[in-house]
């Protein structure tokens, strides 16, 4: 492409400093180093960890360096590859990775485990291998969201953290495979193995805990409890598989928990934490039953502490945690899109609306506000030129 070994001029949402809105700016974004792909971002969503990391930085969220640049569940393609990059080439579609697998290290040739380190550190910090980011701003270094950074039209990525997918797949669809949808289904199918029969119990009823929901029906649970404060995410939640919905405000006096082991004689059999909240985690735990009950935490959060009664997990109990559901991600998300392609998985109903880049702060009021599941933000054609060759 004529862009190649070029930095690219393009526009990208700027988080300057925490707990301000977002800025539309002009940044640099430079061409890839060793083992690295720029990609043109098509299309991202946006989901509560980014709100998270912007407004509750320093609380439930670790503070990370600013000026940063947001988004990690977006889908595009390749525009360029570095020196060494093998497994790419301009014009493929790919979806980027917060959690990178290099395929080679002992955890990503475990099969008890997904959390491959490569990169690991520098990608948190928003930084990439060489300790430093692509993306440039007012002549200063902007970090990269776990590494990622979709809340711009190019961005580079190391090509350990890039899934190759079909070249039909809609990439205004897929970039939920990124992220929520991936965690969700995941928590439910990969990390807790619902079973056929069993009893679950979903709580929180965004995007990560409706693709539970759709995970637990795919296993043909033979009840699915969804769990909200928000009743207007019920029909939402059945249309997905939910049997029954609870609103723990209805029920004041007793607790959600004794609610659940009430309708259940006993308590479920697999609850997913799909929230974020400690006293939710705890909720959910309390609501499994003795003697094989299993929780699993898939809602994100950094710094709070959980408090669980040892005698909860004593009396047979399990919990568990799950990153990006526990999928091998450069293996599985190629799979999951092609399950979309056949219709086995759910995508557009998470899709409440489409909004441009510039109405980016406007996806994050719908979040907060509880009136969206998915806004997928479409990054656009435009400012797109090569603008020099770096020294």
Known sequence: MATAGKVIRCKAAVAWEPRKPLSIEDVDVAPPKAHEVRIKVVATSVCHTDWQCLYEAGNASNLRPFPLV????????VESVGPEVTKFAPGDKVIPLFLPCCGKCDRCKSDKTNLCKKNWENMQAGVLADGTSRISCRGQQVYQFLGVSSFSQYTVLPDTSLAKIDAAAPLDKVCLLGCGVSTGYGAAVQTAKVENGSSCAVFGLGAVGLAAIMGCKEVMASRIIAVDINPEKFEKAKEFGATDCVNPRDHTGKTIQQVVVEMTDGGVDYALECVGSPVI??????????AGGTCVIAGWTETETMSVPVIKILMGRTLKGTYFGGWKSAEDVPKLVEKYMQKKLKLDEFITHSLSLAKINDAFQLLVNGESIRTVISLGEETDKP???PA
């Not at 947001?70 to 393609?77: I, N, P």
């Not at 985690?281 to 003795?290: I, K």
């Open 387 to 389: 603008e020099r060759t």
């Open 70 to 77: 947001l988004g990690h569940e977006g889908a595009g393609v």
């Open 281 to 290: 985690m705890r909720n959910a735990l309390e609501s499994t039953r003795e």
